[in-house]
DNA sequence: TTGAACCTAACGAACGTTCGTGTACTTTTG
DNA sequence: CAAAAGTACACGAACGTTCGTTAGGTTCAA
């Protein structure tokens, strides 16, 4: 079939997790085949095992890529010395730009980790648990500073979190609303709620 | 190994579709076999046939019925002579309601509708579609009549329903907050919006 | 005694992966 | 400078397993 084209800037290996990134977001991890996989990189499917050492690798590359993203995230607006709403604010953000920068992997990390093999499972499951305790955390200083209603902390994570996970849906019809607004959509609503005050 | 318990009230049949959910939201369509759906009911793999007709039948089912209670729901609100933000208030709360009783349908029909065979994949998809389209009509009034902000209605649509699913995340450590607690978080995160006005 | 419910055994297809080999560069050596 | 050795990458064939499903016989309640 041919080689894998590359350039200086990008390996074979990188182009194979892209290609995965796609391909498990369209039919799911354990749909997807590594034959199906080898058609889409151009290559046949023995020869992808020069460059990876496993199917399972590739689910494993992807999620823990997203997963640093965003603890780093986390650290620099933990490090900030601004008020505890602008700082949701500003995680959202974040959020939602990663989603459009990192489309397939976002969502790949997002639903399809539960077919990662241990220990990687725990450790993935572990980050997940931390980074939703310490936006809970922020969330409770601003309550505490009257910069935020009285919620339940915990609860308002989780659905801040799942809201931002939307927008792959709005990701398919791309042409209706760019990301800018669609941003500021998000946080109008999330921030300030529907409500006409 | 024994026959499938059932009394009058639930027929072979309809335990076999309720452990199917359970097992399909744990480990998703495709990695669930019908064995292991098999040993969960208590019986050998091909019994099963003597009850349905094929491991995507079950998708199907439990897709399809948790789409005609969206649509008969949304008949309902429409019908009814209340204000829009109250109508949006309503539907979260079925929202809410349906996914704490029927929680492994929902999270199924949610995450594994991928996997419907044609033509229902279409029509699935269209349903969705369809519901989406009522529910932004309805912000749509709300926001002509000014009791809603001005924002993008579909925007809003995904956030919300997206929001709404990040229940089952809760559902997972149930002892922390109850049900009707949980409803009025979410309500009042999403229709009155974090910032303390 | 009939028919629903279950069993064991087996099917072909698809899966992830390994193997031995071929080929075309690149590097080392005489 | 040319031959030899090494490296990177791709191939087709095959592996052992698991999958959904079927065929045909057996059990058991009504």
């Given amino acids: 079939m041919g080689r894998i084209k590359t ?4 390996s074979r290996k990188e182009v194979i997790i892209i290609k995965a990134a796609e391909l498990f977001k369209e039919k799911g991890f354990k749909a997807a085949s590594m034959r ?4 889409v990189v151009g290559v ?3 020869s992808l095992y020069n460059h990876i050492s496993s199917k399972g ?18 650290d620099d607006i933990e490090a ?7 700082k949701v604010e500003k995680i959202l953000r974040f959020l939602i730009t990663n989603i459009v920068l990192y489309y397939n992997e976002v969502h790949v990390s997002d639903r399809e980790w ?3 093999a241990e220990p990687f499972l725990s450790d993935y499951q572990n980050q997940r648990r931390t980074f939703r305790r310490r936006f809970a955390a ?3 200083q601003g ?10 902390a915990p609860t308002a994570v989780l659905i801040l979190l799942h809201a931002v996970s939307g927008i792959e849906s709005w990701h398919r019809s791309k042409e209706k609303i760019n990301g800018k607004e669609l941003e500021e959509s998000m946080i109008t609503i999330l921030v300030g709620g529907l409500v006409n005050h």
């Fill in 7 to 10: 350039d200086t800037n990008i």
């Fill in 36 to 39: 199906e996989l080898a058609d």
């Fill in 44 to 46: 046949e499917a023995a």
């Fill in 57 to 74: 690798e590739l689910l494993h590359i992807i999620c823990f890529d997203v997963a640093e993203r965003y603890m780093k995230m986390m």
């Fill in 80 to 86: 900030e010395k601004t008020s505890s709403i602008f």
């Fill in 114 to 116: 539960k077919h990662l």
């Fill in 138 to 140: 922020i969330i409770e």
């Fill in 143 to 152: 309550i505490k500073k009257k910069e935020i209603k009285k919620v339940d």
